[in-house]
């Protein structure tokens, strides 16, 4: 029997390189081996636990036996949000003691022998990147199988939880246990960075997702959005992603307002610069070539900017407010001129449904690229024993968001 020619060796070769591109295509490409964890498994495990206003103790906990249900993960990073620095100054839930920590991120290291797919269906193995969400608890409106239902914003979510006997609780550790009934995300596919600002930016896919229901808010639409800390840039960020094109920051710094228009801002108007609120309003107009804005997102999280805000937009216009996560205090308006005589449109927005957090992912992946410098939102980053002074720059607004990781 006379051995195969090249020319048959080569044809043969040809057909298994159609077969497995076409195999590819259909979606039925060899399943990638599952990545595993890094290093051995400590029995304990440091926690940044708030024992008294304004003061961490790090603090050392045992890491407890996990249960069929249950995750140990290796944080790697968490950022400092906003509510982590009101708990720290005045803790207004009452939580002290309490490891803080709702930003983070890290590796599966351990699993019950449950858990098989994270909230959205996909695929958890150790050595996996997550994040989570919330905690379902018992409530019925709120399931890994209708994700859009209901707000998050009265769930428990990890950072937030008063202490017990596991202590591991939040994302401000080494270690952090996530237990059944909570939701979990893999995002492997996306790099340190990313996955941190992940919580902060499911705030902003929700607000741009309330304002869509109003139906004025379009590819052509001129946008203002006022306030740009790490909210306000986010929220130009979405925008940019979504193709809108006219969009005018609004804020008192002129280093934050130079990061908006990397972000994707169009024009900039320092309030500072203008006295009263007819020169500002004269001031946004001139931004949008002497039109009013067809819509606007108040991302200040301030009565006096809340109650100037809607100088701002024309008859018909449309408003987003998600500034206050908490009680700001009470801004005074005129209903009639304000609200009624231009027909203005009004949404609330507070936290995020699963659906949005889900929904994030994608947005992080197109601002990437399409070039938006998302990593430069964070300005700072601490060690987990230099948390202490991680809160005070956060407090005292010297960037824009401080990050503790974990080396």
């Known amino acids: 029997m006379?051995?195969?020619?090249?020319?048959?060796?080569?044809?043969?070769?040809?057909?298994?390189?159609?077969?497995?591109?076409?195999?590819?295509?259909?979606?039925?490409?060899?399943?990638?081996?599952?990545?595993?964890?890094?290093?051995?498994?400590?029995?304990?495990?440091?926690?940044?636990?708030?024992?008294?206003?304004?003061?961490?103790?790090?603090?050392?906990?045992?890491?407890?036996?996990?249960?069929?249900?249950?995750?140990?993960?290796?944080?790697?990073?968490?950022?400092v949000c906003g509510t982590d620095a009101h708990e720290f100054k005045r803790d207004p839930f009452g939580l002290i003691p309490v490891v803080l920590g709702h930003e983070g991120t890290?590796?599966?290291?351990?699993?019950?022998?449950?858990?098989?797919?994270?909230?959205?269906?996909?695929?958890?193995?150790?050595?996996?990147?997550?994040?989570?969400?919330?905690?379902?608890?018992?409530?019925?409106d709120i399931t890994m199988y209708d994700l859009n239902k209901q707000n998050v914003g009265g769930a428990d979510v990890y950072g937030l939880i008063p202490d017990d006997e596991i202590h591991l609780n939040g994302?401000?550790?080494?270690?952090?246990?996530?237990?059944?009934?909570?939701?979990?995300?893999?995002?492997?596919?996306?790099?340190?960075?990313?996955?941190?600002?992940?919580?902060?930016?499911?705030?902003?896919?929700?607000?741009?997702?309330?304002?869509?229901?109003?139906?004025?808010?379009?590819?052509?639409?001129?946008?203002?959005?006022?306030?740009c800390g790490p909210i306000g840039l986010i929220c130009i960020a979405i925008l940019r992603?979504?193709?809108?094109?006219?969009?005018?920051?609004?804020?008192?710094e002129e280093k934050r307002l130079a990061f908006a228009k990397e972000m994707g801002a169009t024009a900039t108007v320092n309030f500072k610069d203008y006295k009263?609120?007819?020169?500002l309003t004269d001031a946004v107009n001139a931004s949008f070539g002497g039109y009013l804005a067809d819509f606007a997102f108040q991302c200040t999280g301030s009565p006096v900017a809340h109650a100037n805000i809607y100088k701002f937009i024309r008859s018909g216009g449309g408003l987003c407010e998600l500034g206050f996560f908490i009680n700001g205090g009470d801004a005074t308006i005129n209903p009639h001129f304000d609200i009624c005589s231009k027909e203005i449109t009004t949404v609330g927005s507070w936290v995020y449904t699963l659906r949005d957090y889900a929904t994030t992912f994608d947005f992080l992946k197109r601002a990437k690229g399409i070039g938006l410098p998302m990593s430069k939102l964070i300005t700072h980053r601490y060690k987990l024993e230099e948390i202490n002074e991680a809160h005070v720059t956060n407090l005292k607004m010297e960037g824009l968001k401080v990050a503790i990781i974990n080396e």
Not at 116 to 132: C, I
Not at 189 to 218: M, Q, W, Y
Not at 276 to 279: K, R, S, T, W, Y
């Open 2 to 79: 006379k051995g195969k020619s090249e020319m048959d060796i080569n044809s043969e070769k040809i057909q298994q390189i159609v077969q497995q591109v076409l195999s590819e295509m259909g979606g039925a490409a060899p399943k990638a081996a599952a990545p595993k964890a890094s290093g051995p498994i400590p029995k304990t495990s440091r926690a940044a636990m708030l024992t008294k206003l304004e003061h961490y103790d790090i603090k050392e906990f045992p890491i407890p036996e996990l249960g069929d249900d249950d995750i140990l993960v290796k944080v790697e990073g968490c950022g």
């Open 106 to 140: 890290g590796e599966i290291v351990k699993m019950g022998k449950n858990v098989k797919k994270d909230s959205a269906g996909k695929d958890l193995n150790v050595g996996d990147k997550v994040v989570t969400c919330m905690i379902f608890k018992d409530n019925p």
């Open 171 to 227: 994302w401000f550790a080494d270690y952090m246990v996530i237990r059944k009934g909570s939701s979990v995300f893999n995002v492997s596919d996306l790099d340190l960075d990313s996955r941190i600002l992940i919580e902060p930016c499911a705030v902003l896919i929700h607000a741009v997702e309330r304002a869509k229901t109003t139906g004025i808010l379009r590819f052509n639409s001129r946008v203002a959005v006022q306030g």
């Open 241 to 252: 992603t979504m193709g809108i094109e006219n969009i005018t920051a609004i804020d008192g």
């Open 276 to 279: 009263g609120i007819e020169a």
